[in-house]
């Protein structure tokens, strides 16, 4: 139940949105504000210059900003310059651009800000009016990555498909366009890219049922320029008409059946990155459609371009080359994690790499120029594959890893080695600064399954994944997730340093010449380690967990960090941190300086207590609405009903004691412009009272479990 009784951290939201009816808050004209931004400035982009102009700091997204005013010797003098809170307890991911003394980025619900990167003066802000329903449609919360910014203008993607320009001075609308088909399951929560005056942008929704692609646009008029599938139209089906028409038979001969039932998915929803030296676009591309192979495809096939890296021609879209990680993907392993361009030194040469750590767990590094694998080795343990074979560049799977016979427990999951968190690279240790985590999943076919359109399609049995009821299994299964910082020798292919955590979600990273890396983690400890040893040197509490990559950039002389603080995405939203956390703070940017000393303080949200219904249920009829409930509404609410923070805990639900407010807000959809649609095409009245009759026994459960603690 995606944003189920999202009302009262939506509250805010609605306040905004009444303030800025007309979709935007014009508090200051900036005078050529990113105007010096042009095609020959982002090709030529260079941290040492004290500005971020791109999503990854340069075209090479290293992440590695080259300055050293904060060091590993003074980093402990570093404070809170200005700060500035968002209207939103959702996920915060953005990373902002710093042009021309302003800082640009975006929140949850696809709003754009602009600040006064020294001050943090708010100058305007643009609010998309993302209608609020549309949170159904997406998997990993209503997040959004961040904005592109070029000759004057600033490009965002919103969450329902449209690719928007705007004034980067005023914060006016220049131009927007649909990019998808808002019939269908397609969202954005990607960066665009300006690549040659085109926008790049790709789009989500594989798990419900669409067909992938990454479109380039005229960055002047928003006039489409060319569109890439990465998967080929049904069998029969005519040519899209579009760059990817010249490799369909290609892609078509690792398909069977009928695959676009589900769309076959293969969607573009985050790495795309522009190669200079050889004028190509690398484009990264997600799982399949369902999931599970048996379905999508029939077990046959590798399913191009499911799971890979395409090389894409910059200038027209055409295919060039393309690596599969893990051909007939079935584990929603995507490889649409960040891509860092360097060259680095191979056997005595020098070699123009990119280097990605998808989903799957292995590291690659891959030759620009053609394609072919150099090396992949695993960067946690695999239980779902032994080695890649260089020779082949296909995975070695273990028995039973396609789950053919019986359940199968994989190390790496759905949730990946490594997800969107981006990673760094230092040129000054020659280590990869990567976010990992260590969460396994059951995976086993779902002998009942049915498509459902417009929803879920992923041919897995969740009953497999349930949380335990019993307060010790609870804490004892999330012991076993892990998350770590890991600094990574890409050539040698082994781990130098590591940080460990006691939670599997940690936040992206940036590296700097200072010998810095500075990463966030999900219970809100904003830190700074040295990147030759992995010493922790200085940390900052948030009061909210941070999942978003900082950047570095300079004003007047003077360094500043900032990070994007705010709890959310695809784990916090189905995963409890722990047994009962308390409500998500709104989210905020925070900006760091030596000697800052700006006030700063977040008062925690009590909870409300559990909604005890003294209605009786039946056991099955709690049994079956377990069932209903996990395949229905844990992915935005939290396996076993116990709430993750960021959306409502639907044990304390005032609605949990009245059947008909119940009924009204699942069935019917009283909340849909707070996130929460109605379930009537999926559930009948009889459906959303035994999941009712569950959330309360869990309800129920969870009071007694707070008075034997003694809370």
């Known amino acids: 139940m995606h944003g189920f009784m999202a009302g009262q951290h939506a509250f805010g939201r ?3 949105a009444a303030v800025l009816a007309s979709g935007i808050a014009a508090c200051k004209k900036v005078e050529n504000s990113a105007s010096s931004v042009t095609a020959e400035s982002l090709a030529n982009a260079d941290t040492a210059s004290g500005e971020w102009l791109t999503h990854g700091g340069t075209y090479d997204e290293q992440r590695f900003a080259k300055l050293e005013q904060i060091t590993a010797e003074n980093v402990g003098d570093l404070g809170l310059a200005w700060s500035a809170e968002f209207d939103t307890n959702r996920g915060q991911e953005a990373t902002p651009i710093v042009a021309d003394g302003v800082l640009y980025t975006t929140t949850a619900w696809s709003k754009v800000f602009a600040f006064d990167a020294k001050t943090g003066e708010q100058l305007w802000s643009y609010d998309p009016e993302v209608p609020g329903e549309t949170a159904f449609k997406g998997c990993c919360d209503i997040v959004n990555r961040g904005v592109a910014v070029y000759d004057g203008k600033v490009f965002f993607g919103a969450f329902d498909g449209r690719l928007i320009a705007l004034d980067a001075g005023s914060g006016e609308e220049v131009w927007s366009t ?3 088909d808002q019939s269908k399951p397609y969202t954005i929560t990607g960066a665009p890219r300006v690549v040659k005056g085109k926008v790049l942008i790709g789009n989500g929704g594989a798990e419900y049922g669409v067909r992938g692609y990454v479109s380039a646009y005229d960055a002047d008029s928003g006039d489409l320029a060319w569109r890439f599938y990465t998967v080929p139209p049904g ?11 010249d490799v369909i038979e290609k892609m078509r001969a690792t398909w069977a059946g009928d695959w676009s039932e589900f769309g076959g998915g293969g969607t573009v929803w985050d790495a795309i990155v522009y190669d200079q030296e050889y004028d190509q676009v690398l484009i990264g591309v997600g799982n399949g459609s369902p999931w599970n192979h048996k379905i999508r495809s029939q077990g046959k096939g590798d399913n191009l371009f499911v799971s890979s890296v395409v090389a894409l021609d910059a200038e027209t879209g055409k295919y060039k080359w393309h690596y599969q990680g893990t051909p007939g993907e079935t584990w929603d392993f995507t490889q649409t994690q960040p891509i860092i361009l360097a060259d680095l030194e191979i056997e005595g040469a020098q070699r123009k790499v990119m280097m990605q750590a998808p989903k799957n767990g292995f590291f690659y590094v891959i030759d620009r120029k053609d394609g072919k694998l150099i090396s992949a080795r695993n960067f946690v343990p695999t239980t779902w594959a032994t080695s890649v074979d260089l020779a082949t560049g296909r995975p070695v799977e273990a028995p039973n890893a396609r789950f053919e016979n019986g359940p199968f427990l994989a190390l ?69 997730l892990k998350g770590q910082l890991i600094a990574w020798d890409p050539v040698a292919q082994k781990e130098i340093w590591r940080v460990q955590y006691d939670g599997p979600w940690n936040g992206g990273v940036l590296a ?25 040197l200085w940390s900052f509490d948030a009061g909210t967990g941070i999942i978003a990559a900082p950047i570095s950039y300079t004003i007047d002389g003077e360094q500043y960090v900032a990070v994007m603080a705010g709890y959310g995405g695809a784990y916090p939203l189905s995963s409890a941190f722990v047994d009962n956390p308390r409500p998500m703070p709104n989210g905020r940017l925070l900006v760091f300086k030596l000697g800052g000393k700006a006030p700063y303080k977040i008062e925690p949200i009590e909870n409300a207590p559990f909604n005890i219904v003294e209605q009786e249920f039946a056991p099955a009829t709690v049994q079956a609405g377990m069932a209903l409930y996990e395949t229905n509404c844990g992915v935005c609410h939290s396996g076993g009903a116990i709430g993750s923070g960021v959306l409502p805990d639907l044990r304390r639900s005032g609605y949990l004691s009245d059947a008909e407010a119940w009924k009204a807000v699942v069935i019917d959809g009283s909340l849909k412009d707070n996130g929460m649609v109605g379930f009537a095409k999926f559930l009948s009245a009889q459906d959303a009272e035994a999941i009712r009759a569950f959330v309360a026994s869990k309800a129920k459960l969870g009071a007694e479990q707070e008075k034997a603690d003694g809370n």
């Open 14 to 16: 609605l306040i905004l």
């Open 178 to 180: 649909v990019t998808v």
């Open 235 to 245: 069998p029969g089906a005519k040519a899209d008409g579009a760059a990817s028409d």
């Open 412 to 480: 790496p999951s759905a949730l990946g080695a490594h997800n969107w968190h981006p990673m760094a690279y230092s040129p000054k240790t020659n280590l990869v600064y990567l976010p990992a985590q260590e969460v396994p999943f059951a995976y086993t076919d779902d002998k009942a399954f049915k498509p459902r359109e417009g929803g879920w399609n992923i041919g897995m049995d969740y009953l497999a994944n349930g949380v335990p009821e019993d307060p010790a299994q609870f804490r004892a299964l999330r012991a076993m």
């Open 512 to 536: 700097t010449a200072g010998n810095l890396v500075f990463q966030g983690n999900a219970k809100g400890e904003f830190a700074a380690f040295s990147a030759d040893k992995g010493e922790k």
